[in-house]
């Protein structure tokens, strides 16, 4: 065993040596004293922790223990929160190997210093990077320095928060008139994120956007966003832009708004995302499948109108939208049971998956079939998941699953690549599991995430499962273990390209 190995061995040894005792007999200032000694070391090993990430980026080693990318390491592996932003500090605090080969110094040394140190935490870390990126590129590589110095004083002693407030006057002095910042600055900072869904299903959209952009926006707010239009609320609102509108009927049909000038620009946007979805501009198909929305549901759910549905981007609707939804639609391909007179099944006549093939994958999947990503079935592949194109496999629907990228490019016969094996048994039958090539082989493992729905209404079943009468049993053993029939399956399309499937 190497002497880093030992230690780390030791140190874990000790920490749970340290997590057994408490402070009970120490006086307060000690114990005011331990709290804070264990919290510099925490920060020191931050540290620590990205001089190790730096070294498996180095070398590849994330591969070794199944993951395909540095980013799926540290989620998976070290289960880091913010990925990205972790590795941003490693690049920024960490010396990094030139194209030459030669080690680099890190790009903010007095930060990395700090932090080694532990006076300073990953909070004031990402403050910190947060207010360098917005210095502008003409500012000079001194001015720069500089900056940096005075950042990593600051932060010995100033809040997260405080080192934002203290950066806006930096940038104040660097720049004071404005006039550095350039083209440059504005295609570096422009942004734009969709957050994640809430309890009430609703979504935060934050952005930073480019003059251009902004001034793009202005004019669509200023024209859809204008009071009586594109109001959700109201079946007279005009629809689109005011500009064809009947004045009158827009007249009357502003007065009945009571929305605010924020609910205007909301419904504004949809209205203009409708446009673009609907209205042709997105072409023809996006991975084979159509660019529209595109929902499954189970038949209990359409008929008691109440769940959330999946959409193939990864959005949960509630069955109400469902049903709006489906309201302006008109069911144009029939089921992909038996019923369906579309061709599933193509041998080796072709390579890609057919349209048909695609949505009946995602009436079975929802999303990438690797267990435990999260990536949405609109963002994958179809790939060849009993056996590869290049070795004869066939296009089949029963022979193809869908995974997205990155782990449609880990599958391979090298001990650090994945194969996909259908599941022959238990809730997963008939879908395509994935393990690493490990010897002894590594279990099975088919990806839950975009069943969840399905998984917690299996168990709802069993819990609610009657006892069974013992007397019964003993009398007619055959009839109480007849297994209950499979529920039925069916799948419908409309041209919005809603999926309808009544999970088994």
């Not at 910190?128 to 590129?137: E, G, N, R, T, W």
């Amino acid at each position: 065993m190497s002497d880093l190995v030992a230690k780390y061995a030791a140190l874990q040894a000790l920490v749970a040596e340290i997590a057994k005792e408490t402070a009970d007999a120490h006086d307060d200032e000690t114990v005011a004293q331990l709290a804070i000694d264990h919290h510099t070391v925490v920060r020191q090993f931050e540290s620590i922790g990205n001089q190790r990430i730096l070294e498996v980026s180095d070398r590849d080693a994330h591969r070794s223990v199944g993951c395909v990318t540095v980013t799926e390491f540290l989620q998976t592996k070290l289960r880091i929160t913010h990925p990205k932003k972790r590795l941003q500090a490693v690049q920024a605090l960490e010396p990094m190997h030139a194209m030459t080969g030669e080690k680099l110094p890190p790009v903010c040394p007095n930060i990395a210093r700090e932090l080694a140190a532990g006076t300073i935490g990953p909070d004031h870390v990402h403050a910190v990077l947060d207010v360098l990126k917005k210095i502008p590129s003409a500012v000079d590589v001194e001015q720069r320095r500089r900056a940096e110095e005075v950042l990593a004083e600051f932060a010995m002693t100033l809040t997260p928060r405080e080192i934002g407030a203290a950066g806006i006057r930096i940038l104040a002095h660097l720049d004071p008139d404005g006039t550095l910042t350039d083209d440059r600055d504005r295609a570096r900072n422009r942004k734009l994120n969709l957050g994640c869904q809430d309890s009430q299903l609703m979504s935060k959209l934050t952005a930073t956007l480019d003059p251009i952009t902004r001034a793009l926006f202005d004019v669509v707010l200023a024209k859809w966003a204008a009071p009586g239009m594109n109001n959700p609320d109201d079946d007279q609102s005009p629809k689109g832009d005011h500009g064809d509108a009947d004045p009158q009927l827009l007249k009357d049909a502003a007065d009945r708004d009571c929305r605010s000038q924020s609910q205007r620009n909301h419904d504004a946007f949809k209205a203009l995302l409708d446009a673009a979805v609907n209205g042709g501009l997105l072409g023809g198909s996006h991975r084979g499948l159509p660019p529209q929305i595109i929902v499954s549901i189970t038949d209990a759910q359409l008929r008691e109108h109440a769940g959330v549905a999946r959409t193939a981007t990864g959005t949960d609707l509630p069955i109400s939208d469902v049903v709006k939804l489906a309201a302006d639609a008109q069911t144009h391909l029939a089921v992909f049971n038996d019923v369906t007179g579309e061709p599933l099944y193509f041998g080796r006549n072709r390579r890609l998956a057919s349209r048909a093939q695609r949505l009946m994958a995602f009436a079975q999947y929802k999303g990438c079939s690797k267990d435990n990503c999260t990536t949405p079935f609109a963002h994958t592949e179809m790939h060849h998941a009993e056996r590869d194109w290049a070795d004869g496999g066939l296009t089949d629907s029963t022979d193809m699953a869908p995974a997205c990228g990155r782990h449609n490019r880990a599958v391979g016969p090298e001990p650090y690549q994945w194969s996909t094996e259908k599941v022959t048994d238990g809730p997963d039958k008939g879908r395509y599991g994935w393990r690493r090539n490990t010897d002894p082989p590594e279990k099975l493992r088919a990806n839950h995430l975009h069943r969840i729905d399905e998984l917690l209404q299996r168990h709802a079943d069993i819990d609610e499962t009657p006892p069974i009468d013992v007397e019964r049993q003993l009398a007619h053993p055959a009839a109480e273990r007849l297994p209950r029939a499979p529920a039925q399956r069916f799948d419908i399309t409309w041209p919005r390209d809603m999926v309808i499937d009544d999970a088994a």
